[in-house]
């Protein structure tokens, strides 16, 4: 069993650095560069982007990054006594809250409306506005768990 938490680590600190890294470059300067081009262009690369990464590598590490993530958290509840549970525990919770959970819950939906969505309309302008805006937002907030998920994951693996 050991040796498989160990594993779940590994997994996990290297997919919280590959996420982080995403989430911190669409938030350091990506979305800038695309609220800075035509709306209707600006717009159809967020599409196009959004399109893309369904089909990407991405995926399957966000869903198993998210699953081990989850599963670090439930062992050490499980094994509270276990050096490192505390630092598991608080990595794959907030992992899984601050990056899934915000993913799901505020990001994608955005996404959606972004795609369904006239980018030459008034309405379709104001949207990318306040897309830009929040969207942006709330993956600050994503690399900010997924970067101290991975912290707390380094940590749990020095403990052991």
């Known amino acids: 069993m050991d040796h498989a938490i160990t594993i779940l680590l590994w997994f996990s600190v290297v ?3 590959l996420l982080a890294g995403l989430y911190f470059a ?14 209707t262009a600006g ?3 967020m599409n196009s982007i959004d399109a893309a990464i369904l ?3 991405f995926m399957p ?9 989850l599963a670090l958290a439930i062992i050490a509840l499980l094994g509270w006594d276990r050096p490192g549970a505390p630092a598991m525990l608080a990595g794959g919770l907030l992992y899984f809250a601050g990056m899934f959970v915000v993913t799901m819950l505020f990001n994608v939906p955005r996404n959606n409306a972004l795609a369904a969505s ?12 306040r897309y830009l805006r929040e969207w942006t937002a709330w993956n600050h907030v994503r690399t900010i768990a997924s970067t101290t ?3 707390l994951f380094v940590i749990a693996l020095l403990a052991r």
Request: proline share 4%; net charge negative.
């Open 149 to 151: 998920a991975l912290i």
């Open 26 to 39: 669409f938030s350091a300067f990506v979305m800038t560069a695309l609220g800075r081009i035509d709306t």
């Open 55 to 57: 089909r990407s590598p």
């Open 118 to 129: 006239d980018p030459a309309s008034a309405a379709g302008a104001e949207l990318w506005a």
């Open 43 to 45: 717009v159809a690369a």
């Open 15 to 17: 997919a919280c650095g």
């Open 61 to 69: 590490l966000f869903l198993g990054s998210s699953l081990s993530s």
